[in-house]
């Protein structure tokens, strides 16, 4: 199981430090966010036994400039998400076959419908199911984040998307064990299986693009054989 | 009140409940009992947070690493971690918590799951970002202070 975070400079918590503590909570794997952070995956995963994984998460104001930063970012990272939050920006993301992950589809303006459940299958392009909102705001805010995941959720299922599942630390005392998001996840609708199902597809999504990145690979389906000169 | 007869007595479980904070942040009993209580209400509702019935059984805290046993009934155990994992911040100072383990008594709670207490703190200066800073230490974590905030990091970061 995978959890994707910032960290320092853009979280309070170096990914070392964040790494470690993840570690400590039984993930296999942590993607990192932010495309500053400073850090050395194979000293992490030799100390503290955890996969850390470079990602970036591109924060755009509109689907012009976010197609610009996918283009630059999708060469130098393993995982490339981008921050949802208004109607354009999610309609663009999902319809973007190089995105990984649409994080916070649900927050401020940003909506979500049938049409972009499909797409984003189409596309494989995950949807990332924000717990922050639900651990950490109260009152309002949260009430409406709960009401975001739960349309988001029965969209999801309904036309069967992929999806990821987060608490969107950035710090490392965020970070909560799987098995208390399963806790929480199940307090507020979600199946145990599902949020299994959400850490694990970070991993699969990082198994895909080395995948991608290996130089026997052509096109999906295409592998330059084993006699090949 | 004379107490119940065994067979009526409502049946407890115990959560081993590992703690961790900034090392200058200052958590008590009671005030990590309120955001317990706060969380679960706010989560399960009235209904949920009685059925819970959570409370703060032990509780050892210090220079940011603390533990904490918190009872609830056997049935509600799932409910009872739900509530803790939304507990993020004690007298607005954010805490990381993590469940070890459940347990049927406290004594059995306590030898299975809490460790003891980590090594003290050391202050000391840290070479980290290009520059010298001064970080309260424990074991291969530090707190360093920079000017517009603080910031977590690990000995790996030191350089």
Known sequence: MFEAVAAYPDGDSTVSRQARTAADYGYDGLVVRTRDADFDATAISDRYGIEVVGGIEVDA??????????GNYRPECSVLLVRGGTNALNRYAVETDRIDVLTRPMAGDGDFNHVLARAAKTHRVHVEFDFGPVLRASGGPRVQALQGLRKLRELVEQYDAPFVVSVTADAHRQLRAPRELRAVGKQIGFTP????????????????????????????????????? | MKHLPKHIRPRWRYLAVEIEAAPDAAIDRGAFQRALWYAAGNLLGDAGSADADLTVFGFEYADGVGEAIVRTRREETAAARAALACIDSVDDQPIGLVVRGIS?????????YLRDRSPDLTEESVAFADDQRPAIRRDDVAELSLPEASVAATELDFH
């Open chain 1, 61 to 70: 104001a509109d689907p012009e400039s976010a197609a610009g930063a996918v």
């Open chain 1, 193 to 229: 299986d599902q949020i299994t199902a959400g850490l694990e597809a970070w991993g699969a999504i990082v198994a895909r693009n080395r995948e991608r990145a290996d130089e026997r690979f052509i096109e999906p389906g295409v592998r330059r054989g084993r006699d090949e000169p």
């Open chain 2, 104 to 112: 049927g008594t406290v004594r059995a709670c306590e030898e299975s």
